[in-house]
Every structure is written in structure tokens, then in C-alpha cells.
């Protein structure tokens, strides 16, 4: 089956598609793609079916909606805040993390990078999607964001793809331990000083030594 070029609750104006993508979000992270039957996506959004092949033509295309609708206004807001800060890169950087775990880390969202690492091998078409549209815009803009830095002087030269990625990855494990059934678990209430910790030992290995 052809998907529409463009989603169909952008031509009917009565068309609720916000329960669906909520109630795909909760189950893709609670059993996991292939576990996740549109039947089940279905009945918890209160509505049949064939309402939701009204909207999505497939399992595939509504994960990419999801990942479109909760993800993308994240990445812009970050954009947009890298653009107009006028602090310090040690301010810019805590700034970025803390969102970054309020938006993400704090919500339904963190089970998604346990998902794609979970399910990539049996989905590489999915794993190729969240890489250009998830994966590659946040070390993209990470990548402005030291390069602000080396520009101000505040932080030393860097191999920015390597770094960025040594900078990521462990807001990436942080969220995937607080899955269910993660094998190392990060205390909810310890949260707040692991992200300090880490924001704190960051900063000295990145900012110019005076």
C-alpha cells in the first residue's frame, strides 16, 4: 500500500490523530516495535482500526509520526537556542542537557533509543529513519555548539565528530536505565546530581585551560 504524500488529517479537518500517536508512543515503548499491533494502538486511542488506516498506512509510517511529533520541535527549540544565546558555553552546554532531560528524559520519550537499539537489526529501515531524522540532527547540533564555543575561545580544539558523540552517549544510557528491566538503574531522585556530575566533568575536559 502507497502512503499519502502528505498526512491525511492535514485534509480533513475533523480528523483527531493526537490520541493516536499518544497511545503508539506508550505502547512502541512498553513492548517494543514488532511486540506493537496497530489493533492495540487502536483500541487504547478509543477508536477502530480502520479510523487509524485513515491517517497511517502502516505500523512503519505511524513510528515515524510519532518520532516526527515528538521529536523534531525538540531539535528546533534546541537550534533556536543555540542561535540566540548570548551566555557562555558552559551556560549554553548545562542549558541544553537540562532540556534536553526535561523534554526527553522526563517523559514517555526516553524509551525510544532502548527501542531502537533493540529492535535496528530486525528493522533497518526504521534504524535508518530515526538516524537521519534523530540521530544526525543532534550531533549536527551539537557540533554548532562547540564550534560556538572554539569561536569564543572558551573551548579547546576538538575532533568534533568523535566528541559530540562521547558527549551524547551518556544522556543516551542515562534514559535507557530507566526502562524497565534495564540492567543498571539510575535512582529518579539521584537524577538531578548524576546530570550535574556529568555536566561538571564535561565542561572540564572541553572549555580552554587559563
Not at 490523530?17 to 516495535?33: I, K, N, S
Not at 498506512?57 to 515528538?70: G, H, I, P, Q
Not at 547540533?141 to 552517549?169: H, K
Request: hydrophobic share 45%; aromatic share 8%.
Amino acid at each position: 500500500m502507497s502512503c499519502p504524500l502528505k498526512p491525511r488529517w492535514e485534509r480533513r479537518k475533523d480528523a483527531r490523530p493526537q490520541e493516536l500517536l499518544a497511545a503508539a508512543l506508550d505502547l512502541f515503548v512498553e513492548r517494543g516495535f514488532a511486540a506493537t499491533r496497530l489493533d492495540d494502538v487502536a483500541k487504547a486511542a478509543g477508536v477502530s482500526k480502520g479510523t487509524l488506516y485513515l491517517y497511517f498506512c502502516s505500523k512503519e509510517e505511524l513510528f515515524k509520526a510519532v518520532v516526527r511529533e515528538n521529536l523534531v520541535h525538540v531539535l528546533d527549540e534546541a537550534a533556536d537556542l543555540i542561535e540566540q544565546f548570548t551566555g557562555t558555553t558552559e551556560d549554553l552546554f548545562r542549558t541544553l542537557m537540562l532540556r534536553w532531560w526535561q523534554h526527553m528524559g522526563e517523559s514517555k520519550l526516553s524509551g525510544l533509543p532502548k527501542l531502537m537499539i533493540a529492535e535496528a537489526g530486525n528493522f533497518p529501515e526504521l534504524a535508518s529513519f530515526y538516524q537521519d531524522e534523530v540521530i544526525s540532527p543532534t550531533e549536527t547540533l551539537f557540533q554548532r555548539m562547540l564550534m560556538r564555543g572554539m569561536q569564543r575561545n572558551e573551548v579547546r580544539e576538538l575532533d568534533l565528530e568523535m566528541d559530540v558523540r562521547l558527549l551524547i552517549a551518556p544522556m543516551i544510557m542515562m534514559m535507557i536505565w530507566q526502562q524497565p528491566c534495564s540492567v543498571c538503574k539510575v535512582d529518579r531522585g539521584e537524577i538531578r546530581k548524576y546530570l550535574d556530575h556529568y555536566i561538571n566533568n564535561a565542561m572540564q575536559g572541553l572549555l580552554v585551560r587559563n
